[in-house]
T-cell receptor, first 114, second 114 residues
Framework: AQSVTQPDIHITVSEGASLELRCNYSYGATPYLFWYVQSPGQGLQLLLKYFSGDTLVQGIKGFEAEFKRSQSSFNLRKPSVHWSDAAEYFCAVGARNAGNMLTFGGGTRLMVKP | ETGVTQTPRHLVMGMTNKKSLKCEQHLGHNAMYWYKQSAKKPLELMFVYNFKEQTENNSVPSRFSPECPNSSHLFLHLHTLQPEDSALYLC?????????????FGPGTRLTVL
């Protein structure tokens, strides 16, 4: 079975600074990979996804993520963080032989300092 | 209404009550999901429905009873819950066409069991 680890439970960055959120997965083949964001009191919104092809994926709100097979990672990046990016971020993996189901990481809560 | 809606947004119930959570999707999708989001735990998949048929029950206690009368509506019937069932319950939907498709989430129902 697949699994997802987000090693950082909390991260604080200054507004305007760069951001990288880590995600490591465990799966025997190439997975489907997703990053979702959850603002307080809201559901999850998809930021970006990787299915195949180019390993650098662009998403909404200026986010990008890079799939690195050798490191089993799919880290999320943003060059300049805005105060509105404060939220919880979830990495998820879908197995190609398990229907449309997702396994989520524990999440990383991002706080942005003015 | 657009996207995925959930009602009520907040629910407080006693352990002997019976209540229902409702989810409706306006996206023309065929697959719907219930997730449980507890504090300090990863998002847990509870149930999956494809074309109104339940295709996944992730070892959920019988005090949770799902119902999917059509592809647009999903219910979660609750009875004799425990305080540890207090959580955010999220509904999601996706295309159910056999390919891998992203899931769209509702805002959730915050449930408190007294």
């Amino acid at each position: 079975a697949q699994s997802v680890t987000q090693p950082d439970i909390h991260i604080t960055v200054s507004e305007g600074a760069s951001l990288e959120l880590r995600c490591n997965y465990s799966y025997g083949a190439t997975p489907y990979l997703f990053w979702y964001v959850q603002s307080p009191g809201q559901g999850l919104q998809l930021l970006l996804k990787y299915f195949s092809g180019d390993t650098l994926v662009q998403g909404i709100k200026g986010f990008e993520a890079e799939f690195k097979r050798s490191q089993s990672s799919f880290n999320l990046r943003k060059p300049s963080v805005h105060w509105s990016d404060a939220a919880e971020y979830f990495c998820a993996v879908g197995a190609r032989n398990a229907g449309n189901m997702l396994t989520f990481g524990g999440g990383t809560r991002l706080m942005v300092k003015p | 209404e657009t996207g995925v809606t959930q009602t009520p947004r907040h629910l407080v119930m006693g352990m002997t009550n019976k209540k229902s959570l409702k989810c409706e999707q306006h996206l023309g999708h065929n697959a719907m999901y219930w997730y449980k989001q507890s504090a300090k735990k990863p998002l847990e998949l509870m149930f999956v429905y494809n074309f109104k048929e339940q295709t996944e029950n992730n070892s959920v206690p019988s005090r949770f009873s799902p119902e999917c009368p059509n592809s647009s509506h999903l219910f979660l019937h609750l009875h004799t819950l425990q305080p540890e069932d207090s959580a955010l319950y999220l509904c999601a939907s996706s295309q159910g066409d056999g390919n891998y498709n992203e899931q769209f989430f509702g805002p959730g129902t915050r449930l408190t069991v007294l």
